[in-house]
Each structure stands twice: as C-alpha cells, then as structure tokens.
C-alpha cells in the first residue's frame, strides 16, 4: 500500500472532432458505420459480469429506417432483475473499500478508450441506434462521456479533501462512505453520455448499481458495459438490464436496499417511481436518494434591443438539433412585434435549407425521431395546428414514416400564449412562436414562468445591458440552466452544470461535484489523543467569592 497523497492527471474536456470532408475521421467513421450495418450483435443482460440471455427477445432498429435490424437483445424478467440486485450488492463490501485512486483510474482509462480506441464504435452505435448526425454523435458518445468520466475523478477528489478543522489534541476528518445499499440507474434514449453518467457517477463514489438502459439506446449501452470492463471495472459493480420498466420497476423499488435512483426521463414516470418509492418508505433500510432530471419546455426571450442574427441561429440550432429530442431544446419563443418581421422571415429562411435524411449521409442537418410513438406525438401537435383558429405553420409541418421516422423541421406561429405548443412538451421538431407588444415586456415576461410547469432550460437575447440584468431577476425561477445571447441547448461538463427544478427534476446538476456529493453519505470522525480523566469541571471549584463557600 502506497503511502503517496496521489493527484490526478490534468483533466480538459476532449476536443471536438469536425468530420469535415476530407478528414482521416470522416473516413474511419464511414467505415465503422458500414462495419456495424453488416452485423447483427445478440445482446445479453451482464449480471454479475455474466452474459446471461432470455426467451424475450427484442430488436434495436434504425430510427430512420425501421426494416433495418442493428441488433437483437434480451429483456430482464424478475428472475433476472433480482439477480441484478443479489449481484450489486455481493460485490459492493469490495468495491467500496477500493481506494479512491483505483477506482478513478478505471473511469480515466475508460475516458480514454473512449476518446481513442473506440471512439468511431460509440459514435457509430449512436448514430445508427439513436440518430444523431456525425457532430451530435461526436459531442455526445465521445466528448460528454470522455468528460463526464475525467471530471467526476476531478470531483470525487475535491469532495474527499473537504476535512473540517481540528483543535489541539483532536483529530478531526470526514469519512465519504459509497450509501448503504445499491443505485438504481434509469436511463433515457436521447444520450449516450447521460447513460453512461448515471450509472458511473454513484459507481465512481463506491457505490454498485443496477441499470436499466432505454430500450431504445441498448446498443450504445451495451458497449459503454465492454468498454467498462476492459478499463477494469469489477464484475458486478454496473449489473446491466434491459427490460420493461413495470418488471424491473417491480424488484428494485420494492427491495429493503434500495438506496438511491439515478434518473433522466419524463416527468410523468419520475413522479411514479416517487410515489411508488413514498409508498415503500417503511420498507427500506434508509432513506434512498433521489436524483432527476426530467421534462422541459425551454424558451428563448427576445427583447427588443436583441440582434436579430444570433436570434435567428440560436433558435434554429436550439430547436431542431437532434430533432428537438433534447431536453433543453428550444420549444417556445417569445418575440418583440418590432422584431417580428425580421425574425419570422430569418427562421424561415433558415429552416428552408435544412435537409432531414439519413445518419450515414453527412449532408443532413437532421434525421429520425427515435420510434413511432415520438413521431405520432409530435405529428399531433403539427396536425391539430393546421386546424386551429389560433395557429398556424410558418415552415415545416411535412412528417412521414414510411421509411423511417421524419418529421420536417416545423414552425408554428400562435396569437395564445397558452396555446398546447406553448405550453406541453413535445420533444420533437417543433418551435412555436408567440409575438408579443413591446409595450407590453412585463406582461411578457410573467408568460415565461406561469405557462410551463417546467424550469429546465432558458434563454434570453438582449444587447441593453439593463435590460439583460432585469430579465435575469425576473426569470431566476424559471431554468436551471439559463444563457445569455446564447441557444438554450449545448450544456459542456466542467463549464455549465446541467439540472432544472420545478417539474424538471432535482436540479442536483449533472456534470458538476454537486451531483457526485448526492451518491456518498458522510461519517464525521472525531478522535482525541489525550482524553480526559476527570468527570469534574473547571468551573465547578470553589473559591473565597463564591455565595455558598
């Protein structure tokens, strides 16, 4: 055992590869991607570091051409979940008494494979599972994952050094314990690098975790589980299941040692499991942590001093990148009518020109929506507004899905501001626009907070710099993530903790200490050298002064 006060290596976020033409990247990605649509992987559960199959097998399926099979894999059945659960927590005595260093080593060895070794295998997973153009693959399956990995070292350290102080003769010293029990992971499609932090994250502070990947992300998750493996993680520390939420929901949130959820999905199931788990409360061994980040109806603000360029950009970047499946993608904006003009007339242009097709053709902007279930609820919202009497669609509005999931990048212009566009998460490629009288800012301004039940992201456009400090206070409640001149969407680890409030989660800010502080439970130690021997105190003596002498 080393007796060294180790430090770790400098830690940067991965710089981002382009994939311009030409590029030895370019071409070392078409070839992964011509490599991946030639196989068809049979993927197992990993319990325990065992592949282990079932009789219910399901498919991962292009979203922009849904004929095609990627892979096949098996769902978890309770048999397997509760195999999971027995698996975390038969290798948690050992995994939380790793030493720090150690286990930061195989989260920095697997940053680097990441970024080096399998960076076109992740980036192509990606793109074929979840339909991300090259550059929104890149910036996900490579960059954010990289970075995730290399700053919650950076952060577990700077939590362990935080001691408090200590008078002579006592030694004082926090103790950071892994929580007692497992960590249930519950991870969303639209991310690979959220997947990988929601089960890393508590598994880098000692803690062992059951993970339930999307059904619609296995294939980028199962080699996230390979790459793991290979960096050295022990077997049984991420247990790897995929299945239907009500079976594995079933086991985990009703075991004595649940002992904290990790969570990115939708509002309406975050609720269920707090529920269900409120329910259960008598059940379990401790109180179990409770980590969420859900919905969002993200808006940008333009207020009347704002240049209409950067306006135009950020709202086209904002809203249809990834097709809008992000949740701090922008979905509503509120526009000056003396901009009105200016503004309508530049998104128009500008969406006119994006190209919707697929992953493998790097000309796109845009590509599928994840499944049939995405595209129907975003075609509603286009189909109803072309019916409305207070709606209607300034581009876009084109969806099909014959071949493949594609909805047109669509903009809707309403005179409600309490219209359903407005209002409900969509979670597709649509942007309403609401033109508001420059006279009338204030009134504006209290529609950003009193028509959303969310708080996630936000954006405000402005060059009158009292008007940009106004807008600020007057909006502090209503994103956790909140740009100035800026798109709402594009969050960096390490630069902008990423969490919202309300109905959009915890707002415990992933990609920051505060998330890994949320995954250790503290033992404050106290130790005297030279402990007293007297039961007496000082002031109990008796002296000439004294009434009672």
Not at 36 to 54: A, S, Y
Not at 288 to 315: C, L, N, Q, W
């Amino acid at each position: 055992m080393s007796n060294s006060i180790f430090q770790l290596p400098e830690i940067d976020n991965e710089p981002v590869k382009q994939y311009a033409p030409g590029s030895p990247e370019r071409r070392q990605l078409r070839a992964e991607l011509a490599r991946q649509l030639e196989i068809v992987p049979d993927i197992p559960l990993i319990i325990g570091g065992k592949e282990i199959r079932t009789d219910d097998q399901k498919k991962v399926v292009c979203p922009h051409d849904h004929a095609k099979t990627l892979a096949v894999f098996s769902n978890a059945g309770k048999q397997e979940v509760d195999m999971a659960i027995k698996a975390a927590l038969d290798a948690k005595k050992q995994w939380e008494t790793t030493p720090w260093q150690d286990r930061a080593a195989i989260f920095l060895k697997a940053a680097d494979l990441i970024s080096q070794k399998y960076t076109y295998l992740l980036n192509a997973a990606t793109m074929l599972g979840q339909s991300k153009n090259p550059f929104q693959a890149e910036i996900d399956a490579t960059c954010e994952l990289a970075d995730f990995f290399r700053f919650n070292a950076k952060y577990m350290a700077g939590i362990y050094a935080g001691q408090p102080a200590s008078e002579k003769g006592v030694w004082n010293r926090l103790e950071y314990r892994a929580l007692e029990g497992f960590v249930f992971a519950l991870t969303p499609f639209n991310f690979t690098a959220i997947a990988g932090n929601l089960c890393g994250a508590p598994a880098i502070m000692g803690n062992t975790v059951v993970w339930k990947p999307a059904s619609t992300a296995v294939l980028s998750g199962y080699y996230i589980m390979q790459i793991l493996a290979e960096a050295g993680l022990p077997d049984g520390v991420i247990n790897f299941v995929p299945g239907k939420g009500s079976v594995v929901g079933e086991s985990v949130l009703h075991h004595p040692e649940l002992a904290g959820i990790h969570f990115t999905g939708s509002t309406n199931v975050f609720k269920t499991v707090w529920k269900t788990m409120g329910n259960n409360i008598d059940t379990y061994k401790s109180y179990p942590r409770m980590v969420g980040e859900t919905g969002g109806k993200d808006y940008i603000f333009v207020h009347p001093s704002a240049r209409v360029a950067p306006v135009v950009t950020a709202a086209v970047r904002g809203a249809f990148e990834y097709q809008g499946q992000k949740c701090s993608a922008a979905s509503r904006m509120y526009v000056p009518a003396s901009l009105w003009d200016e503004v309508t007339t530049g998104i128009k242009s500008a969406v006119e020109q994006i190209t919707v097709g697929n992953v493998t053709e790097f000309r796109h902007f845009m590509n599928a929506l994840i499944d049939e279930a995405a595209f129907d609820n975003a075609a509603g919202y286009i189909e109803r507004a072309k019916t409305s009497d207070v709606a209607e669609i300034l581009v876009g509005g084109n969806a099909d899905k014959s071949k493949g999931y594609f909805i047109d990048p669509t903009v809707i212009v309403t005179t409600d501001p309490h219209y359903e566009s407005m209002t409900r998460e969509i979670f597709g490629p649509v942007l309403t626009l609401f033109k508001y009288e420059d006279t009338a800012i204030d009134d504006a301004v209290a529609l950003v907070g009193n028509t959303s039940p969310y708080a996630l992201t936000g954006a405000v456009f402005a060059t009158d710099r009292q008007a940009i400090h106004d807008l600020t206070n007057a909006l502090v409640h209503t994103a956790g993530n909140f740009y100035i001149n800026d798109k709402p969407t594009g969050a960096v680890v390490g630069h902008q903790p990423f969490g919202g409030a309300r109905a959009s989660g915890t707002n415990d800010k992933a990609g920051s200490m505060l998330n890994l502080l949320r995954w250790t439970s503290v033992r404050t130690i106290k130790e005297n050298f030279v402990p007293p021997e007297e039961i007496a105190y000082p002031f109990m003596g008796v002296d000439s002064m004294d009434e009672d002498a």
